[in-house]
Every structure is written in structure tokens, then in C-alpha cells.
């Protein structure tokens, strides 16, 4: 990381971590600096990407669910294609790559266990491909996770399968991307 941090920015990142809707004002005067300095941190702080701002819904909030699934990928251009697919997906909070057998990780989320058995159920389909692990992990008890739940974001999901002719779809076993028209969000 070419990104140096000093005590300035260390006590606006805590000072935001506890209240992210602080103004400006009020975080300049409770880390003891001025607000065109606090301001300029502030931008060279997200332009740096050390710190992240985003809205998004609560997913513990509706009781929806994670997993951990590890996927051994068998050569580097299948891994390249799965982690383009992995980064569009709406239902995968994260993704790392690991040096194990399993060599990439994924965190993901459902509306409830059986969309996200469907989800894990589809990185079977894919060629050079193997699950070796899922760790479900329920309602989230501490923290919060935010997801993007968008009703018909388009009319694709970025993946490129077709939610409406997907047997675990036609066959209730999943509500569909939240990304597609046929998306059956349950909170409408």
C-alpha cells in the first residue's frame, strides 16, 4: 500500500466509523482540525479508496442469510472469467483469492437457505470448477451488511444467464438476480 496514514486520518476514519452522517463541522471540531483540512482529507481519503461510502440495505434487518463457499478453478482463464462473473453478481458480498486448494472464497447472501443452495448449486454448472466447501452462516447476529436490492435493474443479469429459464428458478428453488426483471424480491 502506497497509501500513508497519519493521526488525522486515523481519528476521521474512527470519529466516521462510529457516525458516517456526521457533518463536516462537527467531525472538523471532534478531531481538533479545520474543515477545509478535514474536507480535503476526506477526498483524498475516498479518491484513495482507503475508506468506502456507500448505502445499501441492512441484510440482517430482513433475516436474510450468508454462506461461505470455497471453488477450487482449475486453470488461470476459467479463474479470470469466474471472478468477472463473481464481481457483477448482486448475491456475492466479497471474494478472495486463497492459496489452497479451495482458491477462491466467496461470501454471499439469500433471501433464505434455498436461494442460496441454488446459488451455490449453480457454480456446479460451471466447466473446470469444483465446491470444496459451504459454510452456512445464517442471519448476521453483530454488525451490519449492506446489500444492493434492486427491483429490475435490468433486463440481464450480469452473469448472462437468463433467470427465466433456469430450471432452479422455473422450479421455485431460487427468486431469481436481483439484478433481472424476474427478480421475485419479497419485500414488495
Same mark, same amino acid.
Given at each position: ?5 497519519? $493521526? ?11 457516525? $458516517?452522517?456526521? +457533518? ?9 482540525? /479545520?474543515?477545509? @483540512? ?13 475508506? +468506502?461510502?456507500?448505502? *445499501? ?5 430482513? *433475516?436474510? !442469510?450468508?454462506?461461505?463457499? $470455497?471453488l477450487e478453478v482449475k486453470n488461470e482463464n476459467t479463474r ?17 483469492? @486463497? ?18 443452495? /441454488?446459488?451455490?448449486?449453480? =457454480?456446479?454448472? =460451471? ?5 470444496? =466447501? @459451504? ?7 453483530? $454488525? ?7 427491483? /429490475? ?9 437468463? /433467470?427465466a429459464e433456469c430450471h432452479r428458478y422455473l422450479n421455485g428453488?431460487?427468486? *431469481? ?5 424476474? =427478480? !421475485?424480491?419479497?419485500?414488495?
Amino acid at each position: 500500500m502506497d497509501t500513508k496514514l497519519d $493521526g488525522l486520518d486515523l481519528r476521521i476514519i474512527n470519529f466516521l466509523h462510529e457516525n $458516517g452522517r456526521i +457533518t463536516i463541522t462537527d467531525l472538523a471540531e471532534k478531531v481538533k482540525s /479545520s474543515r477545509p @483540512t478535514v474536507t480535503n482529507r476526506l477526498k483524498r481519503l475516498i479518491a484513495d479508496e482507503v475508506i +468506502t461510502v456507500h448505502g *445499501g440495505l441492512n441484510l440482517g434487518k430482513f *433475516g436474510f !442469510k450468508m454462506a461461505c463457499v $470455497g471453488l477450487e478453478v482449475k486453470n488461470e482463464n476459467t479463474r479470470m472469467q469466474v471472478e468477472e462473473i463473481l464481481k457483477g453478481c448482486p448475491r456475492v458480498l466479497n471474494f478472495s483469492r @486463497t492459496p489452497e486448494k479451495a482458491n477462491i472464497h466467496i461470501n454471499l447472501w439469500g433471501e433464505d437457505d434455498q436461494t442460496i443452495n /441454488s446459488m451455490i448449486e449453480s =457454480y456446479r454448472d =460451471y466447466p473446470n470448477i469444483d465446491v470444496i =466447501y @459451504t459454510h452456512y452462516l445464517g442471519t448476521p447476529v453483530h $454488525g451490519n451488511i449492506s446489500i444492493n436490492l434492486c427491483s /429490475s435493474c435490468g433486463s440481464e443479469p450480469p452473469c448472462g444467464k437468463n /433467470s427465466a429459464e433456469c430450471h432452479r428458478y422455473l422450479n421455485g428453488w431460487c427468486r *431469481g438476480c436481483p439484478a433481472s426483471e424476474v =427478480y !421475485k424480491n419479497p419485500l414488495l
